[in-house]
């Protein structure tokens, strides 16, 4: 019979053992060595079933496939925009993957996106030389007007949103502000009220500085409730 020997959530090291027996699957951050589960990084322990994965406390955004992220327009191309994707490694965002509208060749591309605009994309390749392909064609994607950005921990990402968007869903009831999080750590808010704007972005600065502590729901509720 396997056992566990880690809480959910709890705050682990490199080498720690997470788990013993082969009842428990390894995850991302862990590995298996013989019967053990081994925690390869520091990390919080998530436990769902039987499998056993880390979130990162430490570490910067890599690109990934079929990632949402936030990105600023960095050098406007012939043929495109270059992303600046808050990683080592810039995008390109195509004209063909920009819009529905025919764009042109040798088009004023400054009509669409300009130097310093932000937008929200979604990846659609990464190369093995680490290109970055992006589209704004799906649901929600598109050019951010006004608002705010702030920029945290991309290995924090997780516990600002909360399973299921518990987590920013909450802070949205509480400040009736706009927000979205790329997965690589940009957030974009906006709100009506620039008090309950600036009290939507310390809550998200709070939850990326306490990401680590048990009971982060019931803290942030009592923190909003506070302020509100």
């Not at 925009?81 to 063909?96: D, E, F, G, Q």
């Not at 509208?101 to 932000?118: N, S, V």
Request: aromatic share 6%.
């Amino acid at each position: 019979m396997g056992e566990i020997k880690v809480k959910d959530k709890d705050v682990v090291v490199p080498g720690e053992t997470l788990a013993v027996g082969m009842d428990f699957l390894p995850s991302y951050g862990t590995y298996r060595e013989g019967e053990k589960i081994l925690s390869s990084r520091l990390g919080l322990v998530n436990v769902e079933g039987k499998v056993i994965k880390l979130v990162p406390l430490s570490g910067v955004y890599q690109p990934k496939k079929g990632d949402t992220i936030i990105g600023q327009v960095v050098e406007i191309l012939l043929t495109g925009w270059r992303i600046n994707t808050n990683s080592a490694y810039p995008a390109v965002l195509n004209m063909k993957d920009a819009t529905s509208e025919f764009i042109p060749r040798g088009a004023d591309l400054t009509k669409f996106f300009c130097i310093g605009d932000y937008v929200m994309v979604t990846i659609i390749n990464v190369t093995s030389q680490n290109l970055v392909d992006l589209t704004m064609k799906d649901a929600g994607l598109r050019k951010l007007m006004g608002g705010r950005i702030i920029n945290v921990g991309a290995n924090k990402v997780p516990r600002i949103i909360g399973k299921q968007g518990s987590m920013v869903s909450m802070i949205k009831q509480y400040t009736n502000c706009r927000i979205l999080v790329g997965q690589n750590g940009v957030v974009w808010v906006q709100g009506e009220d620039p008090a309950k704007e600036l009290l939507a972005i310390n809550t998200i600065k709070k939850i990326e500085q306490e990401a680590h502590f048990v009971g982060l729901t019931d803290r942030i509720k009592e923190f909003l409730e506070a302020h509100k």
